[in-house]
């Protein structure tokens, strides 16, 4: 039993050794071929400068979602005094509305 032991303690110390062996020649068989596998990045001196960089795309929006927005109360606007993009000023009236009774 512990012949045998010793034999498969023996054989595997042998594999690790040839293995070793093997791994060690191919590495070294071509030094060079390493050297060219690692990738390479250019350098720059950093200066002080302005950057600026503009791009301009053609697009539209789309909503999300589509919802109803109603009134908390019965009603409706007889008169709407503003436009898309108009500006809109503090305490400045722009919509009648006409409730119903």
Request: proline share 4%.
């Amino acid at each position: 039993m512990q012949k045998r032991t010793s034999l498969i303690v023996a054989a595997a110390i042998t594999f690790s050794v040839l293995v070793g062996i093997v791994v060690y020649i191919v590495m070294n068989r071509h030094p060079n071929a390493r050297a060219a596998e690692v990738p390479s990045a250019k350098v720059a001196v950093a200066a002080k400068g302005d950057i600026a960089h503009t791009l301009s795309l053609a697009g539209q929006f789309q909503p999300y979602q589509v919802v109803d927005v109603h009134p908390k109360v019965t009603g409706f606007m007889v008169k709407i005094n503003v436009d898309i993009g108009d500006r809109v000023r503090k305490a400045r009236l722009w919509r009648y509305w006409k409730f119903q009774s």
